[in-house]
């Protein structure tokens, strides 16, 4: 099987590099059957990759030690599902899943794009082709083969970092695996469009269901990297700023602006430049965060093992930028704007002005990710760039734009007029007004919470008028009882009302990251009986008292357990359990240090968190930090719902509600009664 | 080697004594008694502006307080107490950290010389940006519009079908989304 793997890796690599060099030779242009050969390359590079990807996971669960990843990463007391995600656990796998994730996802984007796109199909192919060769060419040539043998045969493998042993671990790099390789299909439209001089909105409606779902999964994998993080790794958050969590936000952020710009090109012809720009830009920064994570050149607790791949992606980085970009500025030309922006009280002003601030936070992003190494570059002083410095310079852009998010949709497009204006941002400055007033009567003083709390107010106050509007609007047309009208409404106006309750996750988002502000955390050490009390920002007492230690041993580790007895406010309300674990292979030896498993009791208003540290003399005294953190169960909601949003937006037209058809009669005297909806 | 089995007690009535651990050798050595000092406002703060030296990227409280298997936070967070018994504030820690181990020891860079351009350059490049544009869009929104001659007068619509309508409302929908 390792052998077949190799093979089909090669193979793999002699179709994909022939699709690049013919896509860009042109000659399909001339040439029929060379143009289907195109188009169908990228099915053959799949299927010889699943081959290479099915081969490793034989070799994963058959516990083949002789080759080098499966030793590394690999024991025989390792949970089945746990073997399945050790194929992107270690940098050599994860390379082959990124390459066979791309590979389908190109083969995919031949298959299901339509005839009206046919010209572009032989350079995407190229585009994706070539991606494709460069994962190959890292993993052949560079320090990254998977198959690599090892020159004997381990008993047992090394088995897999504990604090991979989690859920989410299976998914969380897979959802952002496929949100950065998602976004090579865009961009390799985008390519095409600008290879092909074919610039209109084409290339654009045949990238929408793509960019979205790269999005997405982008979204899905950064959240669920958060609860990773606060489950997981014991430090009581989910954000740490870390430069690889910021290597994933980055092209978050391009192609959140991206999905806002895109409009403005549909409905007006506008910002064509800034478009291909964002899209370009935004597979450049699936890229730099992959260099990042792989070539250690800035610490961070995710990166691989240092190695010479890293440097085989800044170098396709600076490749694929300057040919990009030259090809961008050689079409500049013909990517004039079909109109002018007419006025600042407009809609596309206020998506420009989103863009800007969207880019803006990227940028900071960037330059903070960054900025270590220019200092150390200008003064040669090494400097550190943590959460205070992120959090000061982003938190006002990240208000900011969580006012542009309620502003935006009140706006009209092309021109708004000044009753407009005051008939449409009545309801939400209202709403902000009222959450400002019941914050401050409720006794909370700190600026930024005040000011996100208030804006919050706002986009929920424009969110919930442009329902109630809509919604209104339909029972007046139509008769329709209030939920029917709701889900007629959002299925018939998916990208606009899905978008909305997106807007809405991000207030979610927005409200739970302020309650992360007032966490309190507090050290101790009790002996079996003894208690320990925490305040938590809301006035609760929390009142822990020490249970004792249990050891058992559980699959491929042993247990020590420390449960604690929880009241609030003197009332009883559970146990909560943290444990220290040590994990052995197959043989009980140990394999890694000992690791922690937090013990978490969440409710909706805040989260009791648990660290056992561990004991006291080798006795059943036990040392635990303590921590209380508000909202955090909505940050999880947040996801959701962005979730929920998302898929709303992108499902396929005509399938969530039937269109309502009804007798020209009725809807000629219903249409008497009309009144204006606000769009 | 042969390891007992026993299940996890969460109901484990309160015993009130230090009895020794059943398996000692699981727990990797020995935790030190926290005490009022540890969670003392000043240490707290003090080492929530210091970064760890390990790898973490977090500050040394955090980093203490989280996982407890890392080896240099503690070491770290001796050396503020230290400090701290011997009456230094939080600022004077600090600095005394700033000047054992160099400015990397801060979680942030300082807000003056060459850390300024560090905070301010994202804004003001924003700010550029943005006054750039609304200046821009000011320029454009005062050209004359072109002249146009007056439109012709619609013609008459005919009544429409349902087919029509159903269609009307679709694009409607189109047009909203």
């Known amino acids: 099987m390792i052998l077949l793997g190799q093979f089909a890796m090669w193979a793999a690599l002699i179709v994909a590099v022939w699709t690049m060099v013919f896509a860009f030779s042109g000659r399909w242009r001339t040439r029929a059957e060379v143009a289907t050969a195109l188009i169908r390359a990228p099915y053959a590079v799949s299927a010889c990759l699943w081959v290479a990807s099915l081969s490793l996971w034989t070799a994963i669960f058959s516990h083949d030690f002789s080759v080098e990843y499966v030793y590394s990463y690999t024991s025989r007391n390792l949970p089945d599902y746990y073997l399945f995600a050790s194929f992107w656990a270690g940098q050599k796998g994860s390379l082959l899943f990124w390459a066979v994730v791309l590979s389908s996802f190109g083969a995919l984007a031949q298959a299901v794009t339509g005839a009206r796109y046919r010209d572009l199909l032989p350079s995407v192919a190229g585009v994706t082709s070539g991606v494709v060769a460069f994962f190959l060419v890292v993993m052949l040539l560079g320090d990254a083969n998977p198959f690599e043998r090892l020159p ?12 991979l042993q989690n859920p989410g671990m299976v998914v969380h790099p897979p959802m952002l695996y496929l949100g950065y390789i998602g976004m090579t299909i865009p961009f390799a439209f985008a390519v095409a469009a600008l290879f092909a001089r074919r610039l209109d909105a084409g290339w654009i409606h045949a990238i929408r269901r793509w960019s979205l779902l790269s999005w997405l999964f982008l979204s899905v994998g950064i959240t669920i990297g958060m609860w990773w993080a606060y489950v997981e790794l014991g430090w009581g958050g989910y954000w740490a700023w870390d430069p690889v969590e910021n290597a994933s936000l980055l092209p978050w952020l391009t192609l ?7 409009m403005i090109q549909e409905k007006r012809g506008m910002l064509k430049r800034w478009n291909l720009g964002l899209v370009i830009g935004s597979f450049l920064l699936s890229i730099l965060g992959t260099f990042l994570t792989r070539s250690g050149v800035i610490a961070s607790v995710h990166s691989f093992t240092q190695s010479n791949v890293g440097y085989f992606f800044l170098g396709f980085m600076i490749i694929v930028a300057v040919l990009c970009y030259t090809l961008l500025y050689t079409r500049w030309p013909a990517l004039e704007p079909e109109a002018k922006l007419e006025s600042l009280a407009s809609r ?4 420009l002005f989103n863009n800007l601030v969207l880019v803006g936070i990227a940028f900071s992003v960037l330059w903070g990710t960054l900025f270590p190494i220019l200092s150390e570059a200008v003064r040669g002083t090494k400097i550190s760039v943590g959460p205070p410095f992120f959090n000061r310079v982003n938190v006002p852009l990240g208000l900011l734009l969580l006012l542009l998010t309620g502003i935006g949709p009140l706006i009209a497009w092309r021109k708004t007029s000044i009753p407009n204006l005051k008939r449409q941002f009545g309801a939400p400055l209202t709403a902000a007004t009222v959450a400002l007033a019941a914050l401050i009567a409720a006794g909370m003083r700190d600026g930024y919470a005040l000011v996100a709390l208030g804006l919050a107010g706002f ?60 966490k309190v955390t507090r050290e101790a050490t009790l002996r079996v009986g003894e208690s320990v009390e925490i305040k938590s920002p809301y006035g609760h007492v929390y009142r822990l008292t020490h249970l004792g230690v249990s050891q058992y041993e559980a699959l491929n580790r042993r247990v020590s357990a420390a449960t604690l007895d929880v009241r609030r406010d003197g009332v009883r309300i559970g146990t909560i359990k943290s444990e220290k674990r040590q994990h052995v292979d197959s043989f009980g030896r140990n394999t890694f240090q000992p690791s922690t498993e937090v013990g ?6 805040e989260d009791l968190y648990l660290v056992f540290a561990g004991t006291v003399d080798l006795t059943e005294r036990g040392s635990f930090a303590i921590t209380v953190i508000p909202l955090v169960w909505w940050v999880w909601f947040g996801g959701v719902l962005l979730v929920i949003g998302g898929l709303i937006t992108m499902w396929p037209r005509g399938i969530v509600v039937a269109p309502s058809i009804r007798p020209a009669a009725t809807s000629a005297r219903r249409a008497e009664e009309r009144e204006p909806v606000a769009v | 080697m042969a390891l007992q089995t026993q299940p996890p007690r969460p109901d484990a009535p309160a015993r009130g004594a230090a009895d020794p651990l059943q398996q000692p050798g699981w727990i990797d050595g020995t935790r030190r008694v926290v005490d009022s000092l540890q969670n003392d406002p000043t240490v707290v703060a003090a080492e929530r502006r210091l970064r760890c030296t390990c790898p973490c990227g977090l500050d040394i409280f955090t980093c203490r307080t989280t996982d407890f298997t890392c080896s240099y936070s503690p070491v770290l967070h001796d050396e503020v107490m230290e400090l701290v018994k011997a009456g230094v504030d939080v600022d004077g820690v600090v600095a005394a950290f700033v000047a054992k181990h160099g400015e990397r020891i801060l979680l942030a860079p300082e807000a003056r010389g060459f850390g300024v351009l560090g905070y301010i350059l994202p804004g003001v490049a924003i700010l550029a940006s943005a006054g750039a544009l609304t200046w821009v869009l000011i320029r454009r929104g005062r050209r004359p519009a072109p002249e146009r001659g007056p439109n012709p007068p619609p013609p008459p619509l005919p009544a429409a079908s349902q087919g029509e309508m159903a269609r009307l409302d679709r694009a409607l929908a189109d047009l909203e989304s």
Request: net charge positive.
């Open chain 1, 256 to 262: 959140t602006a991206f999905l806002h710009s895109v």
């Open chain 1, 459 to 518: 986009v929920v106050g424009t969110v919930g008028q442009e329902f109630w509007r809509g919604t209104r609007a339909r029972r007046r047309l139509y008769g329709e009882a209030l939920l029917v009208a709701v889900a007629r409404l959002v299925g018939r106006n998916q990208r606009r009302y899905g978008g909305y309750l997106v807007h809405l996750a991000i207030v979610v988002y927005f409200v739970a990251f302020t309650g992360g502000a007032f």
């Open chain 1, 152 to 163: 004997f045969v381990p008993p047992d493998g090394r088995g897999l970092n504990p604090q």
């Open chain 1, 600 to 605: 978490i009791m969440s409710s909706l208003r």
């Open chain 1, 348 to 351: 596309e002003a206020a998506f």
